[in-house]
């Protein structure tokens, strides 16, 4: 009756090690397969980003002025950070999702990888960040914007994905900390002023001096700046420490979120099993 | 071997104990139905059997091995049905079961075998490429069975597999179920549905606030609440509650024997139901004693008593769920 059990060293080390790669590739694997069945909900997710460029050039733009340069070529920089930001929306959804249909669960009565299970979702998620950061990119050239050279584009993606993995973590635990959909929506509407208190569409020192500080001081302006900073495009002059210090930052937000939020996300998942 | 044993398994949320010492043996290829109301704990119960909730006491023993110590065995051994179909609905049906059968570390051939065998085995070998969303709530389950069967799991758990499906899908559950006995797998299922433990039980546990009321088979646990019950109908209604004291006093016989009392009138009318002890000319005392007194019968039976009765006296409370 058990003739299809194939043979393993259960408790091998190296063999262990291999699976969880395998498995997670398989688990991230299941959302390449979602997004060939489903392009245009692919799409639409894209383009949202590459819609708020179009207004902000074009709508608001005229109106915007940005010391030491161009308003476009400031905003660019600010809605790849902003992109990387509703990442979070993608990733506590996808979680809460596989919790409430009982997948998560599937999951975890498998002989699989249980770190398989996030790690797929990590690999998933970074995978359509960076392609949704592509097609941002493809369309902020079609509006005349132009990075710097190839090690500093290269450099600056590195910076956006590392915040991207900081809201992949901090995705992640939400995601399993609740087990309502609403919360999902509430999120989403939180991540607007998150957004907005920041240098992402207007630089910080046309604010008020604390509401300045606190926009500087937000992880997704440290990005952003860093990022603006590496294509050579204005950044916001009159900033403070946290401006100046902004390459630091944008490595030092993102690393200690993730550890938190990874360290909270491990603990919440053990405590699946309470 | 039992392929699955708890001893004194507990399991407290909150100071409140869900599960309260259940001790329980599924012998190898039967087919055991954990039966309660909401709450009875026999989810819980089976979230510790399948590695998904750590016990708070006593030991669980599924395949012969400890789940606690040894879980990811188990896991290789067991076979998973939740409480609702947990397959992925964008996906089709045989994506879903590939990328099951590669999370049970089929290598890529082997799954798309595995995948086609399983779709045959639970009758969707027809299926085409459509995403899952649009699949019958009883297709939907039975893919979701098939996802659990990768392995040919020793054991199966299937926690209340058919809430919420309609009599075709259900009868499509049940089926699948039968097959997988019928190939040696020992099964175990959680269920509100006295009906579906009487139809695919070997052996029924009753639950109650977290331990067990009762057990036995089908056939015990309704001879252990007492033999038969009488159903008549009366032409009169307004002699209902007569006849059902009459009865019930003719029933225990001239020998002196008490009533067993629990006559009832099933509803304001004229239908009462009277428990009895099967003895040789037991109805037509009642028949007799019934015309003495005036009252009109118009129809008769004498039948077990159905498990849905014995349920009631076990647990001393209504279910919360009446199957329609």
Not at chain 1, 166 to 191: C, K, S
Request: neutral net charge; proline residues 6%; contains cysteine.
């Amino acid at each position: 009756m058990s003739a299809v059990l194939p043979p393993v060293a259960e408790d091998d080390l190296v063999e262990r090690l291999r699976w969880a790669v395998t498995d997670a590739v398989t688990v991230a694997g299941r959302d390449v397969a979602h997004w060939r069945r489903q392009p245009a909900v692919v799409l639409v997710g894209a383009l949202f980003p590459v819609l708020l460029l179009l207004m902000f050039v074009y709508l608001f733009g005229g109106a915007m002025v940005v010391p030491g340069g161009d308003y476009r070529d400031f905003l660019v920089p600010g809605l790849f950070g902003l992109a990387m930001v509703f990442g979070l929306e993608a990733t506590m959804t996808s979680v809460v999702t596989d919790a409430t249909r009982g997948i998560t669960d599937r999951f975890r009565s498998l002989p699989m990888a249980p770190s398989a299970v996030v790690a797929g979702r990590c690999l998933a998620d970074l995978g359509s960040s960076v392609l949704g950061l592509a097609v941002l990119v493809a369309a902020a050239f079609a509006v005349g914007w132009r990075p710097g050279g190839a090690a500093e584009v290269l450099a600056a993606v590195g910076l956006l994905l590392l915040l991207r993995s900081a809201f992949l973590w901090m995705g992640v635990f939400l995601g399993l900390l609740t087990r309502d959909p609403a919360t999902v929506t509430a999120v989403q509407v939180l991540v607007w002023p998150f957004a907005f208190l920041s240098n992402a569409f207007v630089p910080a020192s046309t604010m008020p001096g604390w509401l300045a500080t606190i926009a500087e001081w937000n992880p997704l302006a440290a990005t952003v700046t860093a990022v603006r900073g590496l294509f050579g495009q204005p950044v916001d002059a009159g900033g403070g420490w946290a401006t100046e210090h902004a390459l630091v930052l944008a490595v030092a937000w993102p690393v200690v979120l993730t550890v938190l939020f990874a360290a909270l996300s491990v603990r919440r998942w053990q405590g699946l099993s309470r | 071997m039992a392929a699955i044993r708890t001893l004194g398994l507990r399991k407290v949320y909150g100071g409140t104990a869900v599960l309260d010492g259940v001790d329980l043996e599924v012998a190898r290829g039967s087919v055991c139905a954990l039966l309660g109301p909401n709450g009875a704990g026999k989810t819980t119960a089976v979230r510790i059997m399948t590695t998904l909730l750590r016990p708070d006491g006593g030991t669980v023993e599924v395949a012969g091995l400890d789940v606690v110590r040894r879980p990811r065995a188990v896991r290789r051994r067991l076979g998973m049905v939740g409480q609702q179909p947990a397959v992925d609905e964008v996906l089709g049906g045989r994506q879903n079961l590939v990328l099951f059968a590669r999370l049970h570390h089929l290598d890529r051939r082997a799954a798309r075998r595995r995948a086609g065998e399983l779709l045959a085995q639970v009758g969707l070998g027809d299926v085409d490429d459509r995403p899952v969303r649009q699949f019958s709530g009883g297709m939907r389950r039975r893919l979701d069975i098939a996802a659990a069967l990768v392995l040919a799991p020793e054991v199966l758990f299937l926690d209340e597999p058919t809430t919420g499906l309609d009599p075709a899908g259900r009868r499509d559950v049940w089926d699948a179920v039968r097959t997988l006995v019928a190939g040696g797998t020992t099964v175990l299922l959680t269920t509100q549905y006295l009906e579906e433990a009487e139809h695919l039980a070997d052996d029924v546990c009753v639950l109650d606030r977290g331990r067990v009321a009762a057990r036995g088979t089908p056939r015990e646990l309704t001879a252990a609440i007492g033999g038969d019950r009488l159903e008549l109908v009366v032409s009169d209604p307004a002699r209902a509650a007569e006849a059902a004291a009459l009865a019930e006093r003719a029933a225990a016989g001239p020998a002196g024997g008490r009533p067993r009392g629990g006559a009832r009138q099933a509803a304001p009318g004229r239908s009462v139901v009277v428990p009895v002890d099967r003895r040789p000319g037991v109805v037509g005392d009642v028949v007799r004693a019934l015309d003495g007194a005036g009252i009109d019968v118009d129809d008769l039976v004498l039948r077990p008593t159905t498990l849905d009765e014995a349920y009631l006296r076990i647990t001393g409370h209504a279910r919360a769920e009446v199957p329609a």
